[in-house]
């Protein structure tokens, strides 16, 4: 069946570096969709990428769709520790489902 | 703002007893979800529903089953709980296909 890779599965930076996950599907994606989880917390939607090669920016996050639309990544530029938490990607698994990759754990040391 | 509201955020049950686990949206959605999240396996889907009274499996839906008679509220069943589903269950709704699911705030259930 489908499935959606996520590395790392865990990342400990310095507060102020930046970090990257990575999002990759076994198969093509007609969207792929972002969620933060913070510690204790439950999944919290970022965004949604669609177009091949698709670019977006929240003020110091970037996401990218590639251009087979088979992967992403989610990059944080100047972490700060209230980027704490694990970062999930989500692409349809089928009409009306969402597989959920297996999510990367950040943590920032001050 | 949507709201997701799973009915009890810690639960303790023994080997073999039936558990409900309730959740309730506020926005109309058509569809809802379960999934629950174990550490290392991310979140794996339950049951899902796009409709009142509709329902399918999604990949582990072994020892589960669900209920949705009306549109607001989708239950999860463990029919003969076991120590293998001690696990964080999440709710989630959307309005439609391709929509951002809005999460419930999780029920952590152990199972003795």
């Known amino acids: 069946g489908q499935q959606v890779m996520q590395i790392p599965q865990y990342q400990h930076v310095q507060e102020g570096e930046d970090f990257t996950t990575y999002c990759n599907s076994s198969?093509?994606?007609?969207?792929i969709q972002w969620y933060k989880q913070r510690p204790g917390g439950h999944p919290v939607f970022l965004i949604q990428?669609?177009?091949?090669?698709e670019v977006k920016k929240q003020k110091r996050l970037t996401f990218q769709f590639g251009e087979a639309k088979k992967n992403s990544s989610l990059h944080i530029t100047a972490t700060q520790t209230t980027d704490v938490g694990t970062y999930f990607c989500?692409?349809?698994?089928?009409?009306?489902?969402?597989?959920f990759g297996t999510g990367t754990r950040l943590k920032v040391l001050a | 703002d949507v709201k997701v509201t799973q009915s009890s955020r810690y639960l303790v049950k023994r080997t073999g007893e039936k558990v409900f686990l309730e959740c309730v949206q506020d926005?109309?959605?058509?569809?809802m979800f379960w999934y629950r999240q174990d550490p290392g396996l991310g979140l794996r889907l339950i049951y899902f529903?796009?409709?009142?009274?509709?329902?399918e499996k999604g990949d582990i839906p072994e020892g589960y089953s669900v209920s949705r008679e009306k549109k607001e509220r989708f239950s999860l069943i463990l029919e003969s709980a076991s120590t293998n589903q001690t696990s964080m269950y999440l709710c989630?709704?959307?309005?439609?296909?391709?929509?951002?699911?809005?999460f419930g705030n999780g029920t952590r259930l152990t199972v003795t």
């Open positions: 926005m109309d959605h058509e569809n």
């Open positions: 989500a692409g349809p698994g089928g009409t009306y489902k969402y597989i």
């Open positions: 529903s796009y409709d009142v009274k509709m329902k």
């Open positions: 989630a709704s959307s309005v439609n296909y391709n929509s951002p699911l809005h």
């Open positions: 198969t093509t994606l007609s969207n």
């Open positions: 990428l669609v177009k091949s090669g």
